[in-house]
């Protein structure tokens, strides 16, 4: 069982971050992806960043924890959710965009690899991933969850022989240059 299965547990989470959304991450999206393209949010968490892209594409939120997903859907009937892990991604519907906002930084490097290769199936030809990481060179461990930063070279090695690199940048969340976001573009099929 997950950290956040236990609903106590995403409740306490959901107001700890109240207040905190990717706004200007998502206006980095929209300069990559057009509107009304499809788009799977991994680790939706409270879904806010849900909510704000849901303004301009068609949008399917997921996480790995029900709990997440429940409170989400009470507030938003007939919302479109998925239960996913972010490594297996266990779906057969396909997307023009992947987003994740600071989700991928609880695999580990091994399942980071994984979790590219699995968005690179279920990705539409051509299309769109961002995703946010913690910048730096470390693990840790917080409340049985991992944390892994990295650097750009770091996932370079990852995604570059898979993935057409449109942008990488660091950027403040917390303290000057604590992240860094990834903009991909899946690659065309050889002929």
């Known amino acids: 069982m997950g950290y956040f299965d236990d609903r106590k547990k995403a409740e306490e989470y959901i107001e700890m971050v109240e207040g905190y959304d990717g706004r200007e991450l998502i206006e980095v999206v ?5 509107e009304g393209a499809s788009l799977l949010e991994l680790g939706m968490g409270p879904g806010t960043d849900l909510d704000l892209l849901r303004q301009a594409y068609r949008v399917t939120g997921s996480d790995r924890a029900q709990s997440f ?17 972010a490594t297996t ?6 997307f023009d965009s992947i987003y994740s906002n600071k989700v ?6 091994d399942e980071l690899r994984q979790s590219f290769l699995r968005q690179e199936v279920v990705l539409n030809p051509r299309g769109i991933l961002f995703h946010t990481f913690w910048y730096g060179d470390k693990e ?13 070279e770091m996932l370079l090695r990852i995604v570059e022989s898979r993935f057409e690199v449109l942008a990488m940048e660091r950027y403040t969340e917390m303290e000057e240059d604590d992240s860094i976001y990834l903009v991909l573009r899946a690659r065309p099929e050889p002929a």
Do not use: C, M, W
């Not at 929209?30 to 057009?34: N, R």
């Not at 409170?71 to 998925?82: F, H, M, V």
């Not at 991604?89 to 396909?94: H, M």
């Open 89 to 94: 991604l266990d779906t057969d519907r396909s």
């Open 140 to 152: 840790e461990f917080f409340h049985g969850l991992r944390f892994r930063y990295y650097t750009e």
């Open 104 to 109: 991928l930084v609880h695999l580990s490097e």
């Open 30 to 34: 929209k300069e990559y992806l057009p």
């Open 69 to 85: 997903l429940d409170i989400y859907q009470e507030r938003n009937e007939g919302a479109d959710l998925l239960l996913l892990d």
